[in-house]
């Protein structure tokens, strides 16, 4: 589980960020992690990464039997040919 802490004007929070997936694009290849407060994300949501980055998800694949993460969400950075869903690893 990740945990963000932020400070404000007078006070420390913390965010939990419980749901780790993994981001790959069209032709399968690794963006990276993706930890959000959220479970269900859906085709057709945009996402945002801390590196300024949006992206629009085309695809959810369910992952190894004993992966550490949740799914793998197949993206597309926004301007590109985003409109038609992918399944670069070839399962259902």
Do not use: C
């Amino acid at each position: 589980m990740r945990h963000e802490s932020f400070a404000g004007p007078n006070r420390v929070e913390q965010v939990v960020m419980p749901f780790r997936f993994r981001l790959i694009d069209s032709e399968g290849v690794d963006l990276g992690p993706f930890v959000s407060r959220r479970q269900d994300w859906k085709p057709g949501e945009r996402i945002g990464r801390s590196k300024g980055e949006d992206m629009l998800i085309t695809a959810v694949i369910e992952p190894e039997q004993d992966a550490a993460f949740q799914a793998y969400l197949v993206v597309s950075r926004l301007g590109e040919d985003a409109s038609k869903p992918d399944n670069p690893l070839g399962t259902s």
